[in-house]
Each structure stands twice: as C-alpha cells, then as structure tokens.
C-alpha cells in the first residue's frame, strides 16, 4: 500500500521569506502523480500544485515551485515570497496513475498535513 | 464556471440514525469521490463513482454507502451513525475521460457532521 509522510507538523515562516514543506511517499508504481494541497481555516481544499512521475522537470505555480526526488521518493513543496495567505493547512498527495485501459485510479492518499504559519 | 458544491454545509444528528450528504461535480467532471477528514487529519478515501457505479473503495464499513445519478451529481449515506463518524465529509470531482490528463481532483467546501 502507498503511504504518504510530512514529518513536520507545524512550520512557520516571516512574511516575504522562503519556506519548505517536506513530503516523502513510498510506492512500488512506477506511474503516479503528486500534489500539494492548501486547506485554509475556510476548510475548502484548494489544489496547489501536481507533479507527473514521469516528468523529470520541477513543476512550478507562481510563487510555488517542487523538489521531485524519484529515487528518494521526495516531493516537497517550496513557497517563495509567503504571504499573509499562505497560511493554511498544506497536505501532500499521492495517486496511481492510469491502467493499460486509461481508467484512473481515483484515490488519493494524503499525508497527516503541515500547519504553516506566516507572521508579518 | 461553478466548482464543487456541497450539501448541507453542518449537520447534527444523534446516534444510531442515518445521514445523507449531496455533491454537485465541478463543470465537465463526471467521477465523483468522498473523503472523510477527522480534525487534524488528513482526508482518508471513501469510494469513487463514475458511470453510476462504484469504482473503488477505501477501507469504511458497508455503513457507508453512495451513489451516482445520470446527471453526474453524488450522494453518501451512512446508517447506524458513531460518535467516530463525526468529520469533515469531503467531495472531489475529476474528468475520467480517457486520453486527457484532467483527472486532477477539485473538492468541494465540505459537510462538518456531528454525532451526539
């Protein structure tokens, strides 16, 4: 079974500066996809960022770029510049990709999730 | 373009009864999945529908059961309610149409439910 681990619960960062979330996972596919997701105190989980395994490249949103490590099975998540709104409950993700048959594998297994906070 | 939509948004019930909660999928998405997420937790899956079936499932008792009208939209009924089935209920949709890599999931707002 895949696992999902943040090992830092709590972290915090001053406004502007430059903060990192990590996230390991173990797998045994060699075909998956990751994501970081945002979970403010509204509650709504709000996608962030998602990484194809078979991509070599960094995925990067604005101010949210990855650190994909395969063989280490590392994804974490670096936000630069944080704001005020940045601060949220940030989970990790994992997903199987699609079968020979192209249906997706829909579950997605989450870490316990970080609690970032931002102080002005 | 309306995202995920949830209904009710809280719900109280007392033990031993059922609930039904309801998901309107994102715009174009046709695969619905449910989540439950205890307080300072990560969401943990329930099940995923699509064609109005069930398409995989995570590990919750048969008290927990969906399902997925023609026009896409999900309903989760749990019977026999436990003071441990109070959480965060989460929706998710995605686009399961082969070919396409839009199966990225987007949730809803949630249902807090409150077992007394």
């Known amino acids: 079974a895949q696992t999902v681990t943040q090992s830092q619960p709590e972290m915090s960062v001053q406004e502007a500066e430059t903060v990192t979330l990590s996230c390991t996972y173990d797998?045994?596919?060699?075909?998956?996809?990751l994501f970081w997701y945002k979970q403010p105190p509204s509650r709504q989980m709000i996608l962030v960022i998602r990484q194809e395994a078979y991509k070599q490249q960094n995925a990067t949103e604005n101010r949210f770029s990855v650190n994909f490590q395969k063989a280490a099975k590392s994804f974490s998540l670096k936000i630069s510049d944080s704001q005020l709104g940045d601060a949220a409950m940030y989970f990790c993700a994992y997903r199987r990709g699609r079968n020979a048959g192209g249906t997706s594998y829909g579950k997605l297994t989450f870490g316990q999730g970080t609690i970032l906070t931002v102080h002005p | 373009d309306a995202g995920v939509t949830q209904s009710p948004t809280h719900l109280i019930k007392t033990r031993g009864q059922q609930v039904t909660l309801r998901c309107s999928p994102k715009?174009?998405?046709?695969?619905v999945s449910w989540y439950q997420q205890a307080l300072g937790q990560g969401p943990q899956f329930i099940f995923q529908?699509?064609?109005?079936?069930?398409?995989q499932r995570g590990n919750f008792p048969d008290r927990f059961s969906g399902h997925q009208f023609p026009n896409y939209s999900s309903e989760l009924n749990v019977n026999a309610l436990l003071l441990g089935d109070s959480a965060l209920y989460l929706c998710?949709?995605?686009?399961?149409?082969?070919?396409?890599?839009?199966?990225?999931?987007?949730f809803g707002p949630g249902t807090r439910l409150t077992v007394l």
């Open positions: 797998t045994s596919e060699s075909d998956y996809y």
């Open positions: 715009s174009g998405h046709d695969t």
């Open positions: 998710a949709s995605s686009s399961n149409d082969r070919g396409r890599s839009t199966d990225t999931q987007y």
């Open positions: 529908y699509y064609e109005e079936e069930e398409r």
